[in-house]
């Protein structure tokens, strides 16, 4: 199994703020990293696949890069709204889909 | 508006079984592989099974292989998840998620249902 790998686990910081969290996958995996945003008592929404590929909808102050083991997202300038917990996950291997254990970040 | 509508989550004893129905709308629902995953209280996400669009292929993560059945009724645009010797690592939220991709399955996931409470206790 693709072992994927977050840091930090949580994150405190402030509106307006310039975020990054990253994520490691335990093998290559090419640009098959996705990204996921989880608001308390609610389903995980796609932000971005393919790595950096932004998905409909989704504000462009979101973005993500990488590829092979190592990833990022970023949000350029956090608002009220993105404070949440952030997944990745790898589409690499079908079996089994694999994510990260997740990032909160938090308002300081 | 796509639509997926879980239901089915109860409080069930170790050792039972338990069958999750998710109602799909508003896509062309045999177009698409179909996923559930589960997140445990307070805890991450974790994949549990796929189907294909045909039902013609099913996966399973370990943890779950040999106890859950996934199938599909794509005349009633409906996804199951058989869930057979329940343990209690199973209590957990259970979602259905449509595949992003139309025809093969991409492994990721477009559209989540709000999930269905699966509780295994005695």
């Known amino acids: 199994d693709i072992q994927m790998t977050q840091s930090p686990s949580s994150l405190s910081a402030s509106v307006g703020d310039r975020v990054t969290i990253t994520c490691r996958a335990s093998q290559s995996i090419s640009s098959y990293l996705n990204w996921y945003q989880q608001k308390p008592g609610k389903a995980p929404k796609l932000l971005i696949y393919a790595a950096s590929s932004l998905q409909s909808g989704v504000p462009s102050r979101f973005s993500g890069s990488g590829s092979g083991t190592d990833f990022t997202l970023t949000i350029s300038s956090l608002q009220p709204e993105d404070f949440a917990t952030y997944y990745c996950q790898q589409s690499y291997s079908t079996l089994p889909i694999t994510f990260g254990q997740g990032t909160r970040l938090e308002i300081k | 508006e796509v639509q997926l509508v879980e239901s089915g989550g109860v409080v069930v004893q170790p050792g039972g079984s338990l069958r999750l129905s998710c109602a799909a709308s508003g896509f062309t629902f045999d177009d698409y592989t179909m996923h559930w995953v589960r997140q445990a209280p307070g805890k991450g996400l974790e994949w549990v099974s796929l189907i294909s669009w045909d039902g013609g292929s099913t996966y399973y993560a370990d943890s779950v292989k040999g106890r859950f059945t996934i199938s599909r009724d794509n005349s009633k645009n409906s996804l199951y998840l058989q869930m057979n010797s329940l343990r209690t690592e199973d209590t957990a939220l259970y979602y259905c998620?449509?595949?992003?991709?139309?025809?093969?399955?991409?492994?990721?996931?477009?559209?989540w249902g709000q999930g269905t409470l699966v509780t295994v206790s005695s």
């Open positions: 998620a449509k595949d992003i991709e139309r025809g093969a399955a991409a492994g990721f996931f477009d559209y």
